[in-house]
């Protein structure tokens, strides 16, 4: 006895028709899990609109210590020109104020522009939309804007270019720290710990510089 199969009433799906069907849940979970209830603007909120907006650099990277261990950095960016840029999320005045004096030696490097220390090539503030005036932010900082739809989603904006502190090859110095932290993200990512992904416990290993 022989069975016969209709192929016609099989659905023909390539892996490009499935990675688009997963891509949207993985989206709507995270931010799902990361929504703000009050709708207002968050921090994390942010974070995915910064990866959206610079979802053509090499790589990026959220919440994590990566040019030492005594800053955390909100979020990293590395350019298609080797560059990292740092940006700091801030979503009310009184947060970017306390950071000059709570983050004074580090407000001083970014100043001074230090050649012999891991500081980032460039370093921008984001904010949602008006927080801030362009006028408020320091000489060597840059200003992005997060504006919001009126649906939750929100979009980035560069409204002041921050200049470079200095050019040194940062990159090099920092690029195991960086790969450690996104193996230890996408972990978590496929194990659903959506949570984990704003969240710096890949290890507690010290990681030690040379001099730029």
């Known amino acids: 006895m022989s069975s016969l199969i209709d192929f016609s009433k099989l659905k023909n799906t390539s892996k490009e028709d499935e ?3 997963i891509k949207p849940k993985i989206k709507q979970t ?3 899990k990361i ?8 921090t994390k909120s942010i974070v995915l609109a ?9 790589c990026t990277l959220n919440n994590a210590y990566v040019f030492n261990d005594n800053f955390e950095n909100d979020f ?16 009310s005045r009184s947060d970017f104020q306390d950071d000059f004096s709570g983050k ?28 801030l005036l362009t006028s408020m932010i320091p000489s060597y900082a840059g200003l992005i804007e997060a504006t919001s739809d009126g649906n939750g989603n929100l979009s980035c904006t560069i409204v002041k270019e921050a200049p470079f502190i200095h050019k040194q090859d940062v990159y ?28 710096d416990e890949d290890g ?5 510089f040379e001099s730029v």
Request: glycine residues 6%.
């Open 172 to 199: 090099s110095k920092v690029k195991d720290r960086i790969f450690r932290k996104l193996a230890w993200r996408y972990r978590q990512m496929l194990l659903g710990n959506y949570e984990m992904l704003f969240v």
């Open 50 to 58: 910064l990866v959206q907006h610079f979802k053509h650099h090499k």
């Open 104 to 131: 004074v030696p580090k407000h001083e490097l970014l100043k001074e522009g230090t050649e012999w220390e891991v500081i980032p090539n460039k370093f921008y503030y984001c904010t949602p939309r008006g927080l």
């Open 30 to 32: 995270i931010q799902s």
């Open 19 to 21: 990675l688009v069907n």
């Open 76 to 91: 990293v960016t590395l350019f298609e020109s080797g560059y990292i840029a740092e940006i700091e999320i801030k979503v």
């Open 35 to 42: 929504r703000n209830k009050n709708g207002e603007v968050g």
């Open 204 to 208: 507690t290993e010290e990681t030690v």
